[in-house]
């Protein structure tokens, strides 16, 4: 009984360690974060100063912009000094949002001569004729918009987008997944930054059209604002590699090329391509104040399959980009960061472990305790958690991208949600473990994209629509055993009266369980 006791208590501190240990690399970020803050003067643009243009544009931006040429700036009829922007929308299946896609890339800012748009459209349904008709439509008004279809879905978005270089004219690639709603400003706020030549890719940050349709939206933006404030600027500011999120970004065309272009071998295209651009000695600039509105997963299923896209992707990016990373001449600091980057997704195997782990730890602390062993152990932990709440706070209330007039009323929504955060990335463990397992393993699975049904308001239903999940996953039953085995431990806690774990377990029970419940409830039946 004493070896299995140490047994479990070395598996679940382990697990504690390497989360912990992940939690301060990201709390490092906080810290270039605001330290850039304090650096970078703040610049607001006002209504008076459109058009924009190029030079002012990254001014403008709220960016560094030393060593531009303001001497640059384009004149509003001199349409060839705009550079020639080839706009990809690379979609499969995506009938709900297509037309306001399409829409939104026609309205940019941008004369019509200098940019062209190309649906790359590897949809097997009605998309395809709902497309035709819009490009039909702005033809007819003198758009350079074409459907570029292929007869066979080889390499999935990866494959579209390297199959839609033969066709392109751009000396700029601006990409958008068929859930974005760019501003018309975009390609003015962005191009200006490719002056440096040694800016490779420009990505913006995402905005959330349906924030407040739901509970599992409002989750999603709270994760997202971190990604899209405080880690990606972070790593602007240390100097470490940053990533293009797949969309809302413009690629410079000789980047991609001399990069090797886009591989489909893993599920994250655009990070293994961003890794790779960057050991070219490209640089990736991030624009938080430029913001790109986007639809999130109003639904379960869809919310899990991006997640586990994400998850495998980064995993099997990892594992092929990795001994490359520490072959490099980046210096040692970097290299660590980048590891911490590329093996982010893996945490949640170790969120898994510790969980499964405590359960049985908490009927062997008794011994441990005779033993001479302390539970305030785990305490030293405890800055995991505190670096996790500091760097959330910071990102969805103190950030400019996120602050509210409200103060109070913002401090009381985190206060409220934040916990409901961590149960739920609790509860999607198993799930992303899944994930992350196959893509170290190397076992291949499809592109499965996460289907939007043009949520923008509560008005708005995605019931009774095509694209939604009709299979019930051997991960989901998983999840459902898990909440009841969580809720057993709750109750043996009290039985033994050791509420070590009590709060811990409680939240694994309600994240399971909630994963679980919505998950049914938005099967397709």
């Given at each position: 009984?004493?070896?299995?006791?140490?047994?479990?208590l070395?598996?679940?501190t382990?697990?504690?360690?390497?989360i912990?240990?992940?939690?301060v690399?990201?709390?490092?970020?906080?810290y270039?974060?605001?330290?850039?803050?304090?650096t970078?003067?703040?610049?607001?643009?006002?209504?008076q100063?459109?058009?924009?243009?190029?030079?002012?544009?990254a001014?403008?931006?709220?960016?560094?912009?030393?060593?531009?040429?303001?001497?640059?700036a384009?004149?509003?009829?001199?349409?060839?000094?705009?550079?020639?922007v080839?706009?990809q929308?690379?979609?499969?299946n995506?009938?709900?949002?297509i037309?306001?896609l399409?829409?939104?890339?026609?309205?940019f800012?941008?004369?019509?001569?200098?940019?062209?748009?190309?649906?790359?459209d590897?949809?097997?349904?009605?998309?395809?004729?709902?497309v035709?008709?819009?490009?039909?439509?702005?033809k007819?008004k003198g758009?350079n918009?074409?459907?570029?279809?292929r007869?066979?879905r080889?390499?999935?978005?990866?494959?579209?987008?390297?199959?839609?270089?033969g066709?392109?004219?751009?000396?700029?690639?601006?990409?958008?997944d068929a859930?974005f709603?760019?501003?018309?400003?975009?390609l003015?706020?962005?191009?200006?930054?490719?002056?440096?030549?040694?800016?490779?890719?420009?990505?913006t940050?995402?905005e959330h059209?349906n924030?407040?349709y739901?509970?599992?939206?409002?989750?999603?933006?709270?994760?997202l604002?971190?990604?899209?404030?405080?880690?990606?600027?972070?790593?602007?500011?240390g100097?470490y590699?940053?990533?293009f999120?797949?969309?809302?970004?413009?690629?410079?065309?000789?980047?991609?090329?001399?990069?090797?272009?886009?591989?489909a071998?893993?599920?994250?295209?655009?990070?293994?391509?961003?890794?790779?651009a960057?050991?070219?000695?490209?640089?990736?600039?991030?624009?938080e104040?430029?913001?790109?509105?986007?639809?999130l997963?109003?639904e379960?299923?869809?919310f899990?399959?991006?997640?586990?896209?994400?998850?495998k992707?980064?995993?099997?990016?990892?594992?092929?980009?990795?001994?490359?990373?520490w072959?490099?001449?980046?210096?040692?600091?970097?290299?660590i960061?980048a590891?911490?980057?590329l093996l982010?997704?893996s945490?949640?195997?170790?969120?898994?472990?510790?969980?499964?782990?405590?359960?049985?730890?908490?009927?062997?602390?008794?011994?441990?305790?005779?033993?001479?062993?302390?539970?305030?152990?785990?305490?030293?932990?405890?800055?995991?958690?505190?670096?996790?709440?500091?760097?959330?706070y910071?990102?969805?209330i103190?950030?400019?991208?996120n602050?509210?007039?409200?103060?109070?009323?913002?401090?009381?929504?985190?206060?409220?949600?934040?916990?409901?955060?961590?149960?739920?990335?609790?509860?999607?463990?198993?799930?992303?473990?899944?994930a992350?397992l196959?893509?170290?393993?190397?076992?291949?699975?499809?592109?499965?994209?996460?289907?939007k049904?043009?949520?923008?308001?509560?008005?708005?239903?995605?019931?009774?629509?095509?694209y939604?999940s009709k299979k019930?996953?051997?991960?989901?039953?998983?999840?459902g055993v898990?909440a009841?085995?969580f809720?057993?431990?709750?109750?043996?806690?009290?039985?033994?009266?050791n509420?070590?774990?009590?709060?811990?377990?409680?939240?694994l029970?309600?994240?399971?369980?909630a994963?679980?419940?919505?998950s049914?409830?938005h099967?397709?039946?």
């Amino acid at each position: 009984m004493t070896a299995l006791a140490f047994l479990f208590l070395g598996l679940y501190t382990i697990a504690l360690l390497y989360i912990t240990i992940y939690c301060v690399m990201q709390f490092n970020l906080l810290y270039y974060y605001k330290r850039g803050r304090k650096t970078t003067p703040e610049m607001i643009m006002t209504e008076q100063e459109q058009p924009i243009p190029m030079a002012v544009a990254a001014a403008n931006a709220n960016q560094d912009i030393t060593g531009f040429d303001s001497t640059v700036a384009l004149a509003d009829d001199d349409n060839e000094a705009y550079p020639f922007v080839t706009v990809q929308l690379p979609i499969y299946n995506e009938m709900y949002v297509i037309e306001r896609l399409i829409d939104a890339v026609a309205e940019f800012d941008y004369p019509k001569d200098r940019y062209e748009i190309h649906i790359l459209d590897d949809s097997t349904d009605e998309t395809l004729d709902i497309v035709a008709a819009k490009v039909a439509e702005y033809k007819a008004k003198g758009y350079n918009i074409e459907q570029v279809t292929r007869e066979v879905r080889q390499g999935f978005k990866a494959g579209a987008l390297r199959d839609g270089m033969g066709v392109a004219k751009g000396e700029f690639m601006a990409i958008f997944d068929a859930d974005f709603l760019p501003n018309k400003d975009f390609l003015l706020r962005t191009l200006p930054f490719f002056q440096d030549e040694s800016v490779g890719v420009v990505q913006t940050r995402w905005e959330h059209i349906n924030q407040d349709y739901s509970l599992i939206t409002r989750l999603q933006a709270l994760q997202l604002n971190v990604h899209f404030t405080v880690e990606q600027v972070g790593r602007m500011n240390g100097e470490y590699m940053l990533q293009f999120n797949g969309t809302a970004g413009v690629w410079r065309r000789k980047t991609i090329e001399e990069a090797g272009g886009w591989e489909a071998d893993t599920l994250t295209e655009d990070l293994d391509l961003s890794i790779r651009a960057q050991l070219k000695g490209y640089k990736i600039r991030f624009l938080e104040n430029v913001g790109s509105p986007a639809e999130l997963p109003a639904e379960m299923n869809s919310f899990k399959s991006q997640q586990f896209r994400w998850m495998k992707g980064g995993a099997e990016t990892a594992k092929k980009m990795l001994p490359t990373v520490w072959r490099s001449e980046l210096n040692l600091d970097q290299k660590i960061h980048a590891t911490s980057h590329l093996l982010a997704s893996s945490v949640f195997v170790f969120v898994f472990a510790a969980g499964l782990f405590s359960v049985p730890l908490l009927f062997f602390l008794g011994d441990l305790i005779e033993l001479g062993f302390s539970k305030n152990f785990f305490a030293y932990f405890l800055v995991g958690l505190l670096s996790i709440i500091a760097i959330y706070y910071v990102a969805n209330i103190q950030s400019p991208a996120n602050q509210e007039k409200n103060f109070g009323k913002a401090v009381f929504r985190f206060v409220v949600l934040f916990p409901l955060f961590l149960a739920l990335s609790m509860g999607l463990s198993l799930h992303n473990t899944v994930a992350v397992l196959q893509g170290y393993r190397g076992k291949k699975s499809p592109f499965v994209r996460t289907p939007k049904f043009n949520i923008k308001s509560i008005k708005d239903s995605f019931k009774k629509q095509n694209y939604l999940s009709k299979k019930l996953t051997w991960t989901t039953i998983g999840e459902g055993v898990l909440a009841l085995y969580f809720a057993a431990a709750v109750g043996g806690a009290f039985y033994i009266q050791n509420t070590t774990f009590i709060a811990f377990h409680l939240m694994l029970a309600l994240g399971y369980g909630a994963i679980f419940f919505y998950s049914l409830r938005h099967l397709k039946v």
